[in-house]
């Protein structure tokens, strides 16, 4: 194949026509062939090799006597991946400080006491491998990748992040930014779906607080607004420093002497309550978006694990998908929902875990004009799931998409242990097992078709929160989903 430059800088291919004789591929009468679900004769089980061995993740944790949290995942390399997570975030907001979390986001990397925004982003570079700060509804967290030799910078430059200067200006700098994502986040209907189906069930409080201002708050904003949020909710004892690649005693050596932003205070704490509920947002969309959602697990709940096989089992997919075997084609919502209903192009699971509580469902999305029909299948379906009755099989087979999920999320990837370790250490109390994956991972193996009956039965049974965007006149009600 040769490639040649094309007008406006398009890169165009040029492919070799393939002959007529070798377009066609006739299988001889000699050769015998097989489904491709079938176990090719001959090939030895995976059982033949025994169970694979791997090192478990060496996790250390010390506890200040300012009450940060030193965690750090040794693992030999030259290179560190550390990141400061704060608990804090929407969830902690006031009436008064609604979109504030939104904001300290893009004033991570601006003006500081000793450095000018020119000067954060050239020592940035300078020692780091790529920074970001992120924002979920109960942390905020700052993380970089720099060299081992280079984490002392790495940590005063943290250090100096961690208060920034919150001149008016800067503040309205800011708002540009702000304004431009929640309009984005408003013009992306999962995006905003998500957000929605949060407020409805937790009734626009703690948990329901939505991870973007509201365009009407953005100038509502102030740097007292600001600074009162960053006093009240960053202090030590919501502090968790993690690095991945870093020697433990070394790197809690460093934390000691480098991280001295915040002041003492109280570990963060409101209260959050799954409410339930039933909205409508009417829109001019081609397609119908409805999601029913239930009261979850927290992420240290002893059914967690189980919740999360169940989530896979349930799974689904989008009708049409550039993915092959493996994206879900043999989960409930794909075979029972989106192969079985034409006017559906997509149906899914969502698990979030939080730390006190959490939030499951299906979510489904349809051609205009049939949200009845829709509705009245995934009320089907899910009168289906509440009587149990999961085949180990069945059972089996969504324990490995779940487990697979995990650890390809976290195992060989520096910031998704990183981010895991971080959120466990900083929102859960449970977060001293040296062996945390690992132990998570023996948990998604122990879960039996039982445990998830039982924990399927529990959690649809709790009260619904419906949602239901575009074409919303013949929609079903959150009774209908009752059980």
């Given at each position: ?331 409930r919502l794909y075979k029972n929902v989106v192969a079985k209903v034409p006017a559906v192009r997509a149906a899914v699971a969502l698990n979030s875990n939080y730390s006190d509580t959490g939030l499951f469902g299906i979510y489904a999305e349809a051609e205009r004009n049939n949200a009845k029909a829709v509705g009245d299948v995934l009320a089907a379906e899910l009168a289906s799931l509440r009587k149990g009755g999961f085949e180990a099989e069945e059972v089996n087979r969504a324990k490995n998409r779940a487990k697979s999920s995990f650890y390809y999320s976290c195992v060989g990837n520096s910031t998704g242990v990183l981010n895991f370790v971080g959120n466990q250490a900083v929102v859960s109390s449970g977060s001293d097992n040296k062996n945390i994956i690992d132990a998570y991972g023996a948990q998604l193996e122990a879960v039996t078709p039982e445990d998830v009956a039982r ?29």
């Open positions: 194949m040769l490639c040649t430059r094309g007008p406006a800088t398009r890169f165009v291919a040029r492919h070799t026509p393939i002959p007529a004789t070798t377009r066609a591929f006739a299988v001889p009468a000699s050769v015998t062939t097989h489904h491709l679900a079938d176990r090719v004769p001959g090939a030895p089980s995976a059982k033949d090799y025994g169970e694979p061995r791997r090192t478990p993740a060496d996790i250390k944790t010390t506890t200040l006597e300012s009450g940060v949290k030193v965690v750090t995942v040794e693992d030999g390399s030259p290179f560190a991946t550390v990141g400061l997570f704060v608990r804090t975030g929407p969830r902690f907001e006031s009436a008064e400080e609604v979109g504030v979390s939104h904001f300290i986001r893009h004033l991570a990397f601006t003006r500081t006491d000793t450095r000018s925004p020119v000067t954060v982003v050239r020592d940035m570079e300078k020692y780091t491998n790529g920074f970001a700060c992120s924002t979920t509804r109960e942390t905020i967290s700052y993380t970089a990748k720099s060299l081992v030799s280079n984490l002392p910078a790495t940590l005063y430059m943290f250090n100096d992040l961690l208060s920034p200067k919150l001149h008016e200006y800067i503040l309205r700098d800011a708002a540009i930014e702000v304004l431009r994502e929640s309009a984005q986040a408003e013009s992306e209907p999962n995006t905003q779906f998500i957000e929605l189906l949060h407020q409805e069930a937790f009734r626009n409080t703690g948990l329901g607080r939505s991870l973007y201002a509201p365009t009407s708050r953005v100038n509502a904003i102030t740097p007292k607004i600001v600074q009162g949020f960053l006093d009240r909710t960053f202090v030590s004892q919501n502090l968790a420093v993690v690095a991945v690649g870093a020697e433990h005693d070394h790197f809690v050596g460093l934390v000691k002497d480098v991280v001295t932003a915040l002041g003492s205070g109280q570990q963060n704490s409101r209260k959050t309550e799954y409410v339930g509920g039933d909205a409508r947002v009417a829109t001019e969309a081609d397609y119908t978006r409805i999601g029913i959602a239930f009261k979850g697990l927290a992420q240290n709940d002893k059914d967690a694990a189980a919740l999360a096989v169940f989530s896979a089992l349930v799974g689904g997919d989008a009708r049409y998908s550039r993915d092959g075997p493996g994206r879900g084609l043999t989960t924990v399927a039965k529990s959690v649809l049974s709790s009260e619904p929160t419906l949602l239901v965007t575009g074409q919303v006149e013949d929609a079903p009600i959150a009774k209908a989903f009752r059980s």
